[in-house]
């Protein structure tokens, strides 16, 4: 797909779906910056990935602008631009606490990782990517779309990528390519670092709760990010793909 020798930084790169990313990405030809706030992911995926081509772990915290710049400038030193970027960096909070108990700074928190984030992350990316006419590509979810109980600031966090994608395609115009994916359930407990990596453990209802007949795989979701960095994708911008094997689409009566 002309990928060879581009340029891609993908953050939250270290384990789940940006690692499968990553993966890709690397088995394309692409030169790989993953940029990841775990240490140990980080380094076990570099390390992991070594022989599938040029890759490098930058330590970076999403939430804060110095690292984000730091994470920038490692970059073009290391490979001379950047031609994508991937937005994938997120955090959830396992409790899911109700909106009573949500205090301001988990909220905060979520809000500063989940969005805050992309556009810290494409705001210095931005005069690389124009030079280059390259793209980005924002990691949302399904539950920008719909909900279970309890996951206001995720949930909030994830529709504000769906409007910051159009609003960003609109803005950079032809210069830089902006498009978004909601991935749904997508199991990734293989994908994890070692200390926290396990066998997948679905059962067949789970698969039949998918119209695609089954749970989706980090896979799925880096085959289209591969897609849309591509030059065969030159005319889409401004989208949003939903990568959930037909869930959102199934009526539910209980």
């Known amino acids: 797909m002309s990928l060879q020798r581009k340029v891609a930084i993908v953050t939250g790169g270290g384990q ?3 690692k499968a990313i990553a993966s890709s ?3 394309e030809g692409l030169h790989v910056a993953i940029a990841e706030i775990d240490e140990d992911a980080g380094k076990e995926t570099e390390a992991e990935f070594q022989h ?3 890759i490098q772990f930058i330590h970076t915290d999403v939430s804060n602008e110095d690292s984000i710049k730091n994470l ?7 490979f001379g631009g950047i031609d994508v970027l991937v937005n994938n960096a997120a955090i ?3 409790k899911n606490p109700p909106i009573t108990e949500l205090s301001l700074d988990d909220w905060n928190k979520t809000i500063s990782i989940n969005l805050t984030g992309v556009f810290l992350c494409t705001k210095h990316s931005v005069p690389y990517l124009r030079k280059n006419k390259g793209t980005v590509i924002n990691i949302a979810s399904t539950r920008a779309l719909m909900s279970e109980d309890n996951t206001e600031a ?3 966090a994830k ?3 769906l409007s910051l994608t159009h609003a960003l395609a609109i803005s950079l115009d032809s210069d830089i390519r902006v498009n978004c994916i909601s991935p749904g359930w997508i199991e990734v407990s293989d994908w994890q670092k070692q200390a926290k990596r396990l066998q997948p453990e679905l059962t067949e209802q789970d698969h039949q709760q998918h119209p695609a007949g ?3 795989k980090p896979e799925d979701v880096a085959s289209l990010v591969v897609y849309l960095a591509s030059p065969e994708a030159d005319f889409i911008t401004g989208a949003n793909f939903v990568v959930d094997g037909g869930m959102t689409r199934k009526m539910i009566y209980l």
């Open 16 to 18: 789940g779906i940006g």
């Open 25 to 27: 990405f690397l088995k």
């Open 52 to 54: 599938l081509g040029s």
């Open 72 to 78: 920038i400038g490692e970059t073009v030193n290391k």
């Open 92 to 94: 959830a909070n396992p």
């Open 154 to 156: 995720y949930s909030a």
């Open 159 to 161: 529709g504000g990528i």
């Open 214 to 216: 089954r749970v989706g």
